[in-house]
Each structure stands twice: as C-alpha cells, then as structure tokens.
C-alpha cells in the first residue's frame, strides 16, 4: 500500500485517480445507457487529446491532421467487422455471395488482396497500430529529418487528411464511398448491440484510457519528456548538445498517432459505423480543440475538454438546433480567450492555490490555536493626588 502512495505521489497520479473514479463509478451509476454509450464515444476521441498533449503540448508540434490516425485504426477495426457482418449466409442475395454490400454494388466479385488480413482478429489488432504508426513515421521522418515544423508542418499534415478523404470516398467499391461501413453488428459472435455489451465497451475503453495515461505520463516523468521540453523551449540548444531532434519528434509523432488508431477502433466497436466523415481536416481541428479547451499540457485535463466540449456540441444540438454551432463557436472562442492555458490552467492557476491556502491555514491553526478569553478584572476607581509641589507645606510629609 505504501508503495503504491509513493508511486501516486511520484507521477503525480492524484488526478487520473479522481478522473477513473469518476468515469468507472460515477458516471455509470448517474446515466442511463444510452448516454453512458454517448460518454463511451466521447472517450474514444480522448485517445486523440492526450496524443496531442504529447505531440503538441511537450513537443511543441501542432499537426492539423489526427483524424487521419483516428480514421484509419477506426477503418481497420470496421473491415473486420464487415467481414463477419458478410458471411456467405447473410449475403446469399448477393450476385457475389461472401463479400461486403458496397463491394456487390459496384461489381467487385472477388475480396481485395487488401481486404484478407482482417479476416483475422489478432491480425487486425495489429493492423489497428502498425498502419497509423507507420504512416505518422513516413510523413514525420520526411519532414522532421529536413526540419520542417511549425506551420509548414501543420498545413502538411492537413494535406494528407484531404488526400485520406478523398481517396476513401473516391475509391467507394472498396472503402464503402461517402457512406463508410455500417452494419456493424458482432464480434467473433457476441452481439455488441446488447446493453450488457455497451457496458462492456465502456469499461474496456477507460481501461485503456487509463492505460494510455499512465503510459504518457511515465514518458513525461522522464529523460524523454524532459528533452521534450527543452526541444520545444530551445531546440538549437538541444541540438547542440548532440542530441538528435528529429528521431524524439519521430517518436512522439508515432505514438500519438498510435493512439488515435486505438481510439478509432474503439469508435468502431462502440458506435457501429465508419466513416470519411471522421477522418477529414474538420474533424482533425475539433480535436485540437479538446486538447487545447482541457490544457494542452494535462493528459487529464485532455480528458475534461473532450468531455465538456463534446456534452455542450450534443446538449446544443438537442435543445437549439438551429443556433448550436454559434453556441458551440463561442465555447470555444470563450475558454481560449478567458483561460488560454485550458481548464488545467484553471485549475493550477485558482483551485490549487487557494486549496494550498486553505489547508496551509488550518495547519496552522491546529499547531497554534487561539488563547482562551479571560475576562478582564473589573476597574478600581482611583482619586489622583495632587504633586507634591502642589501642597501647602505642612500637608507635605
């Protein structure tokens, strides 16, 4: 017990306690079903803040195009599922039984070469890491080993998710076009339609949330996250010190990107459906948005902003459909203008020092508390006398 304190207090773990507790016992016995499963796709795209935390935040690389990553850990997952969801039986209709609809519809008669790894689970868990990862390392390792950064880097990363778009959607006999792969029903057999299933999935996803926390936050404790740092405050002078800047930005790069195809695949699982629609720059921004709305240097407050901005889009969306996206623009506009630093900047800059103060003060009181009242003795009226130069001299003595 006691090494785990110390563990918590060494990776100052305090909040990403507070932040389980409150998805895994709070939420799930405060929400009916159907808006636990909205909370669970929610955290989906939390994998994708707490990556630009890492990327952004400590590395101080702004990349505009996460939903590429988002989408394709999303896509990989989902052709697993298409594939179950299109066996011979259920697709005997078919002018090509054994293959996906869309594929039926544009004439396609025999499954891609492509498509045949994710006829199997394990290859497909795979796939859900190594292909983001290995795009994020070919678009990085270009780019950073030429050093190119700051905005030349942001507006490539946006290059890709329109080129990713368009491809998906041009490509529609293969991809599922514009309306992405729907029908998405089990998994191995078990139906994840099922309210048991739905909880089941959102316990799994703040498992590996949690996970992925604690992952990032043992980098940022050390030599790593350090260097990190130093590169986004003076990266000459890390350069200098013979490091190479480019293999760390590599790194953190992958792993955000890494990330984001987990986060996808869960989106697949728990939704149902996949889509260009998630994959492009305007998705890409809103989650730069979270980032930047919960502290793009807390993973945890990642989590928060995710959370908070995705509950406003779905609340204005049901109470005032006409006008959500102006509500949903001033969030935005109001949280980076009032706190520029995000709620974690809030929250270090107003809670912890007052909460200090107020502890501090009651440690002082118990160490030096009040002297008790003692009542004060009542006053004895006096006659002042006269000086002695004042008295006749016989009254002197």
């Excluded at 909205?38 to 996460?66: C, D, E, N, R």
């Excluded at 007052?354 to 009542?375: C, F």
Aim: proline fraction near 5%; charge should be positive; aromatic fraction near 12%.
């Amino acid at each position: 017990m006691k090494s785990l304190k110390f563990w918590i207090l060494r990776y100052q773990l305090t909040s990403v306690v507070l932040l389980v507790f409150l998805l895994a016992v709070v939420l799930p016995l405060t929400l009916d079903i159907f808006r636990l499963n909205l909370v669970g796709k929610y955290l989906t795209y939390a994998f994708v803040a707490i990556g630009l935390v890492m990327v952004w935040g400590y590395g101080g690389v702004l990349s505009l195009g996460q939903g590429v990553f988002f989408g394709l850990g999303g896509y990989a997952m989902a052709m697993f599922l298409k594939l179950e969801a299109s066996d011979p039986i259920t697709t005997k209709i078919q002018s090509t039984p054994g293959i996906p609809d869309f594929m039926d519809w544009n004439q396609i008669t025999a499954l891609p070469a492509f498509w045949l790894p994710f006829k199997s689970l394990p290859l497909t868990l795979i796939a859900i890491i190594a292909v983001p990862t290995l795009l994020a390392w070919i678009v990085s390792f270009a780019m950073f080993k030429r050093r190119v950064g700051g905005v030349y880097f942001a507006i490539i990363t946006q290059a890709v998710a329109l080129i990713l778009t368009v491809l998906i959607i041009g490509q529609q006999g293969y991809t599922g076009g514009v309306n992405g792969m729907t029908d998405l029903k089990t998994v191995l057999g078990w139906d994840t339609r099922t309210d048991s299933a739905k909880y089941i999935l959102y316990y799994l996803c703040v498992a590996l949330l949690t996970g992925a926390i604690l992952l990032c936050r043992w980098i940022q404790v050390g030599k790593v996250g350090t260097l990190l740092l130093a590169m986004r405050d003076k990266e000459d002078r890390v350069r200098f010190s013979g490091y190479d800047v480019a293999n760390f930005k590599v790194f953190t790069f992958c792993l955000a990107a890494a990330l984001s195809g987990i986060g996808g695949a869960l989106f697949s699982l728990q939704v149902g459906f996949m889509s260009p629609s998630f994959v492009g720059i305007v998705p890409s921004i809103e989650m730069v948005i979270y980032a930047a709305v919960g502290g793009r240097m807390s993973l945890v407050g990642a989590v928060y902003g995710t959370l908070l901005v995705n509950a406003g889009k779905t609340f204005f969306s049901e109470s005032f459909p006409d006008l959500w996206l102006f509500l949903m623009a001033g969030l935005f506009i109001g949280v980076t203008m009032a706190f520029p630093m995000g709620l974690a900047g809030l929250w270090e800059s107003h809670i912890v020092p007052w909460w200090k103060g107020r502890r501090e003060a009651l440690r002082r009181a118990e160490v030096h508390p009040p002297a008790a009242h003692v009542p004060a003795a009542p006053a004895v009226a006096t006659v002042p006398q006269a000086p002695d130069h004042a008295l006749p001299d016989g009254a002197r003595s």
